[in-house]
């Protein structure tokens, strides 16, 4: 840990207190499990990882393409991070986790890249950032399952874990969605969403 301490002239003509700025410490260990580099996100999922340091954490700041956002509860236990660390001098290591839900279907179709900063009691920091990539149906929330309609939709296998489910309706407009295996979540994830191109069947010729 290194702090670097500015004096002021106010200071040399007696006014109160120098300021200090923290810098990035390499000792803090900061890991952003999810979004994970490359990854593709739709719909509400998690934002998480997790973080340890010499001394006690006392913030976790997420950044989206570079702006800061908002903070991330800090605190859950991690016992597998505890196994690692906790012996080797980081003490907080057993509720080391940072989780919440999150809507990536809010940001834009495209490219992005989310960062974690990670802060300690004295203000030094680490961070790490993961590229990533969102698809998404053109509404960022869907509250009525209704609205969505797989009664005219058909599988297409594309390899042994993907597929895609065409003809899919959504708010009356058709798309096609490939689905793949996630080993991590053991469970599907839409990987492409995108306005169908097949001959879908008009609604009222059903």
């Not at 120098?18 to 490359?38: F, H, R």
């Not at 300690?120 to 009525?144: E, H, L, M, Y």
């Not at 993907?162 to 990987?191: H, M, N, P, R």
Request: glycine letters at 8%; one cysteine or more.
């Amino acid at each position: 840990m290194k702090i670097v301490c500015v004096v002021s002239i106010g200071v040399l003509l007696g006014a109160p207190a120098a300021w200090c700025v923290a810098e990035q410490n390499s000792a803090i260990i900061v890991n952003l499990e999810e979004p994970s580099a490359g990854d593709v996100k739709t719909g509400v999922s998690n934002l998480r990882g997790w973080a340890v340091s010499p001394e006690r954490i006392v913030r976790v700041e997420f950044s989206l393409d570079g702006v800061s956002v908002f903070d991330v509860p800090f605190g859950g236990q991690r016992p597998d991070v505890c196994r690692v660390y906790d012996p080797v001098g980081y003490p907080g290591a057993c509720e080391s986790g940072f989780s919440m839900a999150y809507n990536y279907g809010n940001l834009n179709e495209g490219a992005h890249e989310a960062a974690v900063r990670v802060f300690d009691v004295n203000g030094d920091w680490n961070s790490a950032t993961r590229a990533f990539s969102v698809t998404r149906f053109p509404n960022p929330f869907i509250p009525d399952a209704g609205r969505i309609d797989l009664a005219r939709s058909f599988p297409a296998l594309v390899s042994a874990n993907q597929f895609i489910l065409g003809c899919v309706s959504v708010d009356g407009a058709y798309y096609d969605v490939q689905l793949t295996w996630d080993t991590k979540k053991q469970d599907w994830k839409s990987e492409i969403i995108a306005n169908s191109d097949l001959d879908c069947p008009p609604p009222e010729a059903v």
